[in-house]
Protein backbone atom coordinates (compact mmCIF):
# COMPACT_ATOMS: atom_id res chain seq x y z
CA UNK A 1 0.00 0.00 0.00
CA UNK A 2 1.27 3.42 -1.24
CA UNK A 3 1.61 6.16 1.90
CA UNK A 4 -0.83 8.63 0.05
CA UNK A 5 -3.57 5.87 0.08
CA UNK A 6 -3.77 5.76 4.02
CA UNK A 7 -4.83 9.77 3.94
CA UNK A 8 -7.47 9.98 1.17
CA UNK A 9 -8.96 13.28 2.52
CA UNK A 10 -5.54 15.13 2.00
CA UNK A 11 -5.96 17.05 -1.30
CA UNK A 12 -4.79 15.50 -4.41
CA UNK A 13 -1.59 18.21 -4.38
CA UNK A 14 -0.08 17.12 -1.10
CA UNK A 15 -1.02 13.61 -1.77
CA UNK A 16 1.84 13.68 -4.11
CA UNK A 17 4.33 15.30 -1.66
CA UNK A 18 6.01 13.06 0.71
CA UNK A 19 6.88 15.35 2.92
CA UNK A 20 3.06 16.48 3.32
CA UNK A 21 1.92 13.24 3.66
CA UNK A 22 5.04 12.71 6.81
CA UNK A 23 3.91 15.99 8.31
CA UNK A 24 0.38 14.60 8.56
CA UNK A 25 1.61 11.16 10.01
CA UNK A 26 3.90 13.23 12.76
CA UNK A 27 0.94 15.36 13.70
CA UNK A 28 -0.94 12.51 14.23
CA UNK A 29 1.19 10.48 16.19
CA UNK A 30 1.45 13.27 18.76
CA UNK A 31 -2.29 13.75 18.86
CA UNK A 32 -2.68 14.72 22.62
CA UNK A 33 1.00 17.21 22.11
CA UNK A 34 -0.95 18.85 18.90
CA UNK A 35 -4.26 19.61 20.40
CA UNK A 36 -2.65 21.47 23.13
CA UNK A 37 -0.64 23.39 20.77
CA UNK A 38 -3.42 24.04 18.38
CA UNK A 39 -5.52 24.95 21.56
CA UNK A 40 -3.07 27.73 22.08
CA UNK A 41 -3.31 28.90 18.70
CA UNK A 42 -7.12 28.91 18.59
CA UNK A 43 -7.47 30.91 21.76
CA UNK A 44 -4.65 33.81 20.71
CA UNK A 45 -6.83 33.73 17.29
CA UNK A 46 -9.47 34.35 19.08
CA UNK A 47 -8.18 36.79 21.37
CA UNK A 48 -7.12 39.16 18.23
CA UNK A 49 -10.01 39.17 16.60
CA UNK A 50 -12.61 39.65 19.36
CA UNK A 51 -10.70 42.40 20.92
CA UNK A 52 -10.11 43.96 17.24
CA UNK A 53 -14.41 43.67 16.44
CA UNK A 54 -14.77 44.68 19.93
CA UNK A 55 -13.01 47.75 19.55
CA UNK A 56 -14.17 48.31 15.70
CA UNK A 57 -17.81 47.70 16.95
CA UNK A 58 -17.89 50.17 19.27
CA UNK A 59 -16.35 53.27 17.04
CA UNK A 60 -19.11 51.80 14.92
CA UNK A 61 -22.22 52.08 17.16
CA UNK A 62 -20.88 55.72 18.33
CA UNK A 63 -19.97 57.03 14.98
CA UNK A 64 -23.00 55.74 13.56
CA UNK A 65 -25.07 58.54 16.34
CA UNK A 66 -22.92 61.03 15.50
CA UNK A 67 -23.77 59.90 11.00
CA UNK A 68 -26.38 62.64 11.02
CA UNK A 69 -24.26 65.40 12.48
CA UNK A 70 -21.01 65.09 10.23
CA UNK A 71 -21.80 67.61 7.62
CA UNK A 72 -23.12 70.47 10.13
CA UNK A 73 -20.96 73.34 11.31
CA UNK A 74 -22.37 75.35 14.65
CA UNK A 75 -21.07 78.87 14.41
CA UNK A 76 -21.25 80.59 18.12
CA UNK A 77 -20.37 83.91 19.26
CA UNK A 78 -16.74 84.28 19.94
CA UNK A 79 -15.81 85.22 23.71
CA UNK A 80 -16.60 88.67 24.69
CA UNK A 81 -19.46 88.63 22.08
CA UNK A 82 -23.16 88.24 23.03
CA UNK A 83 -24.89 87.05 20.26
CA UNK A 84 -24.82 86.32 15.78
CA UNK A 85 -26.60 89.53 14.43
CA UNK A 86 -28.78 89.26 11.82
CA UNK A 87 -26.06 90.50 9.28
CA UNK A 88 -23.41 88.15 10.13
CA UNK A 89 -26.15 85.86 9.05
CA UNK A 90 -26.56 87.26 5.82
CA UNK A 91 -23.07 87.10 5.12
CA UNK A 92 -23.17 83.35 6.17
CA UNK A 93 -25.88 82.92 3.38
CA UNK A 94 -23.68 84.24 0.14
CA UNK A 95 -21.11 80.89 1.04
CA UNK A 96 -21.36 78.42 -1.56
CA UNK A 97 -22.00 74.96 -1.12
CA UNK A 98 -24.35 75.26 1.92
CA UNK A 99 -28.06 73.46 2.08
CA UNK A 100 -29.41 75.15 5.34
CA UNK A 101 -28.95 77.85 7.71
CA UNK A 102 -30.45 77.49 10.66
CA UNK A 103 -30.44 80.81 13.17
CA UNK A 104 -31.38 79.58 16.67
CA UNK A 105 -32.30 81.50 20.35
CA UNK A 106 -32.19 79.41 23.33
CA UNK A 107 -32.93 80.27 27.01
CA UNK A 108 -32.67 78.02 29.97
CA UNK A 109 -36.38 77.96 32.11
CA UNK A 110 -38.06 76.23 34.46
CA UNK A 111 -41.31 74.82 32.99
CA UNK A 112 -44.66 73.63 34.95
CA UNK A 113 -46.86 70.87 34.45
CA UNK A 114 -49.67 70.67 36.52
CA UNK A 115 -50.90 66.79 37.19
CA UNK A 116 -53.78 65.35 39.28
CA UNK A 117 -53.77 68.76 41.89
CA UNK A 118 -49.85 68.62 42.06
CA UNK A 119 -47.24 70.40 39.95
CA UNK A 120 -44.56 69.28 38.72
CA UNK A 121 -41.27 71.59 37.85
CA UNK A 122 -38.70 70.59 35.42
CA UNK A 123 -35.44 72.67 34.04
CA UNK A 124 -35.14 72.82 29.98
CA UNK A 125 -33.54 74.49 27.08
CA UNK A 126 -36.46 76.83 25.40
CA UNK A 127 -35.57 77.41 21.81
CA UNK A 128 -36.28 80.14 19.10
CA UNK A 129 -36.47 77.61 15.56
CA UNK A 130 -38.32 77.94 12.58
CA UNK A 131 -41.02 74.90 11.79
CA UNK A 132 -39.02 73.93 8.58
CA UNK A 133 -35.61 74.12 10.52
CA UNK A 134 -36.44 71.91 13.52
CA UNK A 135 -38.02 69.39 10.67
CA UNK A 136 -34.42 69.59 9.23
CA UNK A 137 -32.59 69.15 13.11
CA UNK A 138 -35.03 66.16 14.65
CA UNK A 139 -37.84 63.57 13.85
CA UNK A 140 -41.31 63.53 15.55
CA UNK A 141 -42.11 60.30 17.45
CA UNK A 142 -45.90 61.93 18.49
CA UNK A 143 -48.45 64.57 16.96
CA UNK A 144 -47.22 67.33 15.21
CA UNK A 145 -45.03 70.60 14.66
CA UNK A 146 -46.09 74.03 16.11
CA UNK A 147 -47.71 76.13 13.74
CA UNK A 148 -45.76 79.81 13.02
CA UNK A 149 -46.90 82.81 15.13
CA UNK A 150 -49.12 79.87 17.44
CA UNK A 151 -48.46 79.30 21.41
CA UNK A 152 -47.70 75.55 20.51
CA UNK A 153 -44.72 74.04 21.25
CA UNK A 154 -42.79 70.54 20.43
CA UNK A 155 -40.85 68.71 23.20
CA UNK A 156 -37.98 66.06 23.78
CA UNK A 157 -37.89 63.22 24.69
CA UNK A 158 -37.07 63.44 28.19
CA UNK A 159 -39.10 66.07 28.99
CA UNK A 160 -42.00 64.13 27.65
CA UNK A 161 -41.13 61.18 29.49
CA UNK A 162 -39.80 62.88 32.79
CA UNK A 163 -43.11 65.17 32.87
CA UNK A 164 -45.64 62.02 31.75
CA UNK A 165 -46.39 64.61 28.92
CA UNK A 166 -48.34 63.41 25.92
CA UNK A 167 -49.55 65.95 22.86
CA UNK A 168 -52.51 68.03 24.25
CA UNK A 169 -51.57 68.59 27.42
CA UNK A 170 -50.07 72.08 28.27
CA UNK A 171 -47.25 73.48 30.38
CA UNK A 172 -46.29 76.65 31.60
CA UNK A 173 -43.51 78.85 31.26
CA UNK A 174 -42.69 82.41 33.10
CA UNK A 175 -46.50 82.24 33.58
CA UNK A 176 -47.27 81.87 30.27
CA UNK A 177 -48.80 78.57 28.78
CA UNK A 178 -47.98 76.94 25.93
CA UNK A 179 -49.87 73.37 24.55
CA UNK A 180 -47.79 70.27 23.76
CA UNK A 181 -48.50 69.43 20.38
CA UNK A 182 -45.98 67.11 19.39
CA UNK A 183 -43.14 65.05 20.87
CA UNK A 184 -39.45 64.42 18.85
CA UNK A 185 -37.80 61.06 19.07
CA UNK A 186 -34.99 60.63 21.44
CA UNK A 187 -31.49 61.31 19.16
CA UNK A 188 -29.15 61.56 22.55
CA UNK A 189 -26.28 64.01 23.08
CA UNK A 190 -26.43 66.68 20.71
CA UNK A 191 -23.43 68.98 20.37
CA UNK A 192 -25.78 71.52 18.14
CA UNK A 193 -28.54 71.73 20.09
CA UNK A 194 -30.10 69.14 22.69
CA UNK A 195 -33.43 67.92 21.39
CA UNK A 196 -34.25 65.17 23.89
CA UNK A 197 -34.51 67.86 26.84
CA UNK A 198 -35.50 70.48 25.06
CA UNK A 199 -38.91 72.76 24.31
CA UNK A 200 -39.28 74.19 20.91
CA UNK A 201 -41.44 77.17 19.60
CA UNK A 202 -41.63 79.73 17.20
CA UNK A 203 -40.12 83.13 16.81
CA UNK A 204 -43.38 85.11 18.15
CA UNK A 205 -44.17 82.74 21.12
CA UNK A 206 -40.19 83.08 22.47
CA UNK A 207 -40.41 86.58 22.00
CA UNK A 208 -43.93 86.77 24.06
CA UNK A 209 -41.91 84.40 26.50
CA UNK A 210 -38.40 86.88 26.74
CA UNK A 211 -39.58 90.81 25.34
CA UNK A 212 -36.56 91.73 27.10
CA UNK A 213 -34.32 89.15 25.51
CA UNK A 214 -31.42 91.18 22.86
CA UNK A 215 -31.65 91.18 19.50
CA UNK A 216 -30.03 88.25 17.48
CA UNK A 217 -29.43 84.84 18.02
CA UNK A 218 -27.26 82.23 20.38
CA UNK A 219 -26.32 79.81 18.14
CA UNK A 220 -26.77 79.21 14.05
CA UNK A 221 -26.32 75.59 12.53
CA UNK A 222 -25.27 75.94 9.26
CA UNK A 223 -25.45 72.41 6.87
CA UNK A 224 -23.29 71.62 4.70
CA UNK A 225 -24.41 69.95 0.80
CA UNK A 226 -21.14 68.00 0.47
CA UNK A 227 -19.42 67.10 3.71
CA UNK A 228 -16.20 67.02 1.81
CA UNK A 229 -16.68 70.29 1.37
CA UNK A 230 -17.27 71.22 4.93
CA UNK A 231 -13.24 72.60 5.65
CA UNK A 232 -13.65 74.80 3.00
CA UNK A 233 -17.13 76.56 4.21
CA UNK A 234 -15.92 76.47 7.78
CA UNK A 235 -13.04 78.82 6.23
CA UNK A 236 -14.86 81.08 4.00
CA UNK A 237 -17.65 82.00 6.68
CA UNK A 238 -14.69 82.83 9.42
CA UNK A 239 -13.09 84.76 6.49
CA UNK A 240 -16.29 86.67 5.53
CA UNK A 241 -16.77 87.13 9.16
CA UNK A 242 -13.73 87.83 11.21
CA UNK A 243 -11.92 89.79 8.64
CA UNK A 244 -11.00 92.46 11.09
CA UNK A 245 -11.45 90.72 14.76
CA UNK A 246 -13.21 87.83 15.67
CA UNK A 247 -16.92 87.71 15.60
CA UNK A 248 -17.66 84.34 15.61
CA UNK A 249 -16.29 80.60 16.23
CA UNK A 250 -16.51 77.97 13.62
CA UNK A 251 -16.63 74.71 14.69
CA UNK A 252 -16.97 71.54 12.30
CA UNK A 253 -19.02 68.13 13.93
CA UNK A 254 -16.99 66.25 11.61
CA UNK A 255 -14.48 66.83 13.75
CA UNK A 256 -16.16 64.56 16.57
CA UNK A 257 -16.24 62.08 14.33
CA UNK A 258 -12.73 62.05 13.16
CA UNK A 259 -11.32 62.13 16.35
CA UNK A 260 -13.42 59.37 17.40
CA UNK A 261 -11.69 57.39 14.71
CA UNK A 262 -7.95 58.15 16.00
CA UNK A 263 -9.23 57.18 19.99
CA UNK A 264 -11.03 53.85 18.78
CA UNK A 265 -8.03 52.79 16.61
CA UNK A 266 -5.91 53.51 19.64
CA UNK A 267 -8.00 51.38 21.83
CA UNK A 268 -8.53 48.57 19.22
CA UNK A 269 -4.69 48.67 18.74
CA UNK A 270 -4.27 48.15 23.02
CA UNK A 271 -6.58 45.69 23.04
CA UNK A 272 -5.10 43.56 20.50
CA UNK A 273 -1.42 43.82 21.87
CA UNK A 274 -3.32 41.96 24.88
CA UNK A 275 -4.99 39.52 22.57
CA UNK A 276 -1.56 38.99 21.19
CA UNK A 277 -0.09 38.12 24.75
CA UNK A 278 -1.77 34.71 23.98
CA UNK A 279 -0.80 34.08 20.82
CA UNK A 280 3.20 34.76 22.32
CA UNK A 281 2.16 31.38 24.30
CA UNK A 282 1.23 29.82 21.70
CA UNK A 283 4.33 30.20 19.82
CA UNK A 284 6.29 29.30 22.54
CA UNK A 285 3.80 25.71 23.20
CA UNK A 286 4.70 25.15 19.28
CA UNK A 287 8.46 25.28 19.94
CA UNK A 288 8.17 22.63 22.65
CA UNK A 289 6.03 20.35 20.33
CA UNK A 290 8.19 20.73 17.71
CA UNK A 291 11.43 20.16 19.60
CA UNK A 292 10.01 17.41 21.50
CA UNK A 293 9.34 15.94 18.17
CA UNK A 294 12.64 16.27 16.57
CA UNK A 295 14.34 14.60 19.58
CA UNK A 296 11.64 12.10 19.64
CA UNK A 297 12.15 11.54 15.78
CA UNK A 298 16.52 12.20 15.63
CA UNK A 299 16.92 8.25 14.51
CA UNK A 300 14.36 8.80 11.55
CA UNK A 301 15.57 11.98 10.19
CA UNK A 302 19.02 9.67 10.54
CA UNK A 303 17.22 7.15 8.39
CA UNK A 304 15.83 9.70 5.59
CA UNK A 305 18.99 11.85 5.87
CA UNK A 306 20.85 8.09 4.89
CA UNK A 307 18.72 7.23 2.07
CA UNK A 308 19.25 10.70 0.41
CA UNK A 309 16.67 13.09 1.71
CA UNK A 310 18.63 16.73 1.58
CA UNK A 311 18.56 19.24 4.23
CA UNK A 312 16.25 21.27 2.65
CA UNK A 313 13.99 18.19 2.78
CA UNK A 314 13.67 18.17 5.97
CA UNK A 315 13.31 21.31 6.62
CA UNK A 316 10.41 21.50 4.19
CA UNK A 317 8.53 18.44 6.40
CA UNK A 318 9.17 20.03 9.68
CA UNK A 319 7.76 23.56 8.74
CA UNK A 320 4.50 21.77 6.79
CA UNK A 321 4.29 20.46 10.14
CA UNK A 322 4.17 23.65 11.46
CA UNK A 323 2.28 24.87 8.47
CA UNK A 324 -0.81 22.49 8.71
CA UNK A 325 -0.89 22.76 12.76
CA UNK A 326 -1.67 26.64 12.14
CA UNK A 327 -4.35 26.36 9.42
CA UNK A 328 -6.21 23.92 11.32
CA UNK A 329 -5.88 25.82 14.36
CA UNK A 330 -6.23 29.44 12.55
CA UNK A 331 -9.30 28.38 10.87
CA UNK A 332 -10.83 26.43 13.90
CA UNK A 333 -10.46 29.98 15.86
CA UNK A 334 -11.51 32.23 12.99
CA UNK A 335 -14.64 30.41 12.93
CA UNK A 336 -15.21 30.12 16.95
CA UNK A 337 -14.73 33.73 16.62
CA UNK A 338 -17.22 34.71 14.35
CA UNK A 339 -19.57 31.89 16.21
CA UNK A 340 -19.31 33.74 19.05
CA UNK A 341 -19.31 37.72 18.10
CA UNK A 342 -22.35 36.78 16.29
CA UNK A 343 -24.26 35.66 19.88
CA UNK A 344 -23.01 38.28 21.77
CA UNK A 345 -24.13 40.31 19.43
CA UNK A 346 -27.17 39.43 19.28
CA UNK A 347 -27.91 38.59 22.83
CA UNK A 348 -26.48 41.52 24.25
CA UNK A 349 -25.98 44.79 21.97
CA UNK A 350 -29.13 43.28 19.86
CA UNK A 351 -27.35 44.40 16.71
CA UNK A 352 -25.14 41.84 14.56
CA UNK A 353 -24.43 44.08 11.76
CA UNK A 354 -21.07 45.65 13.13
CA UNK A 355 -19.37 42.06 12.55
CA UNK A 356 -20.13 41.69 9.02
CA UNK A 357 -18.71 44.78 8.29
CA UNK A 358 -15.10 44.69 5.88
CA UNK A 359 -13.32 46.12 9.02
CA UNK A 360 -14.61 43.76 11.36
CA UNK A 361 -13.73 41.16 8.81
CA UNK A 362 -10.44 42.54 8.94
CA UNK A 363 -9.60 41.83 12.52
CA UNK A 364 -11.04 38.25 11.99
CA UNK A 365 -8.14 37.72 9.03
CA UNK A 366 -5.56 39.26 10.88
CA UNK A 367 -6.11 36.68 13.53
CA UNK A 368 -5.79 34.42 11.11
CA UNK A 369 -2.94 35.05 9.65
CA UNK A 370 -1.00 35.92 12.66
CA UNK A 371 -1.94 32.12 13.76
CA UNK A 372 -0.33 30.89 10.91
CA UNK A 373 2.26 33.06 10.96
CA UNK A 374 2.72 32.57 14.61
CA UNK A 375 3.07 28.41 14.38
CA UNK A 376 5.61 29.25 11.35
CA UNK A 377 7.47 30.78 13.48
CA UNK A 378 7.64 28.93 16.36
CA UNK A 379 8.47 25.84 13.98
CA UNK A 380 11.45 27.41 12.23
CA UNK A 381 14.27 27.02 14.86
CA UNK A 382 13.34 22.95 15.26
CA UNK A 383 12.94 22.34 11.49
CA UNK A 384 16.71 24.71 11.20
CA UNK A 385 18.05 22.42 14.08
CA UNK A 386 16.53 19.13 12.48
CA UNK A 387 17.72 20.29 9.05
CA UNK A 388 21.64 20.63 10.25
CA UNK A 389 21.62 16.70 11.68
CA UNK A 390 24.61 14.64 10.87
CA UNK A 391 23.32 10.81 9.35
CA UNK A 392 25.75 9.40 11.47
CA UNK A 393 25.60 11.41 14.64
CA UNK A 394 21.27 10.72 14.09
CA UNK A 395 21.43 7.65 13.51
CA UNK A 396 23.72 6.30 17.04
CA UNK A 397 20.88 8.70 19.01
CA UNK A 398 19.37 6.61 21.61
Known amino acids: ?20 ELAKRNLKRQSVRTILAAIGIIIGVIAISSMGILGNSLKLSVTDSFADVGDRL ?175 TVFAMNAITDSLDDVFRSISMFLIGIGSISLLVAGVSILNVMLMSTMERTKEIGIMKAVGASRKDILKMFLLEALFLGLIASTAGAILTISGSYLVMALVVKNTSYLFTLSSMFYVMEGFFFGIATSLVGGMYPAWKASRMKPLDALRYE
Open 1 to 20: MKITDRFPSVPSMLRNNMYA
Open 74 to 248: VVSPAPGEDHITERQVDQMRKVANIESIIPVSSSGEIIEYKKSGATIQSFVSVYSIGKDDLEKLAELEQGRYFKAGSTDCVVGASIARNLELTPGQKIEIDGNKLRVVGILKEKGLGFDINTDSGAFTSEEMYNKLYPDAEEGYDTVIVIVKDIDNIDAVADEIEERINKKEELV
